[in-house]
């Protein structure tokens, strides 16, 4: 008698011991789970699980459908950026105080879910709130996201979140090292330098030449002072009829113009800027006494006749222009 009643008292604590041990909620063994495998692997058992009421947690579920067969590219293209945002969501709250779990379930996984619901497209983000505790919504809806703005970033789904979610710190995203973007870059810098110290003897005289920089700056100046910004600007036609079965290149008035009039315009203007240019600096270096002085009458004659030209033009745009210079 004595035996069984000192084995009795020796086990009599152990059943209070087991009473006491704490019960592990959903929260808890799910969030234990997303430290190794983020975001959460579901399917419809685990779907229903989560999401049941009550709960005192949120959880994001990514509805998707990632097989070849369903043709979903969007699917597919999001998924390293919603695998990122689950890694560093594990990673920022190992702890677990934001109470938000983030969980993916495809459609092979989860088919009565999606027959359920009625989804006819994917993916889509439902967010459930908590419906217990300080932050519980009172209906506990889920909130709905499609992607209808195409294929989103980790950064601004953790936005779109956030505003779901008590104030706080939140995770942030953790982007691996691209490596192969630091390797081209790093080949074509090394590249470019070795480049320059090559073609640096060749390429510096021709960037220094005076003559080079003159016919740019010349042709700058010509293709604005023509009117080629007007052009832009105002959308003129190239050329218009007269209205006699012809083709008129210039418009009249000053304030309208033709494509093919400010081309003429720059020729001319090219072409007196050529002569006089001639008649400076080629002309007095020639050794030939004939030979000058035909150039100078050659080139007085080509100044003469596009200033001609320019002032019947000018007569053109304005008929009361009163000044004209032979031949035209």
Known sequence: MKLPLLLSLVLLPFPSFAARKPTVGTFEKYHARSQSNAPLKLDDASYQELTATPRNHSVLVLLTALDARFGCQLCRDFQPEWDLLGKSWAKGDRDGLSQTL??????LDGKATFQKLMLQTAPIFLLFPPTNGPNARPDGQSIRYDFTAGPQTAENVIIWLSRYLPEGPKPTITRPLNYFRIVTTT??????ISFLSVAHPYVVPVIQNRNLW?????????LFTSGHMFNHIRKVPYVAGDGKGGI?????????????????????????????????????????????????????????GMYSFLMSVFRIKNGGYPFYLPPF
């Open 248 to 304: 008129s290149y210039f418009a009249g008035g000053f304030s309208n113009q033709f494509g093919m009039e400010t081309q003429i315009v720059a020729a001319m203007y090219g072409t007196l800027a050529f002569a006089t240019i001639a008649l400076a600096l080629k002309v007095p270096r020639m050794s030939d006494p004939k030979m000058q002085q035909l150039a100078v009458f050659v080139w007085g004659g080509v100044m003469l």
């Open 102 to 107: 983030l969980g993916t379930l495809d459609f």
């Open 187 to 192: 080949t074509i810098v090394l590249g470019a």
């Open 214 to 222: 003159a016919g740019i700056s010349l042709i700058t100046i010509l």
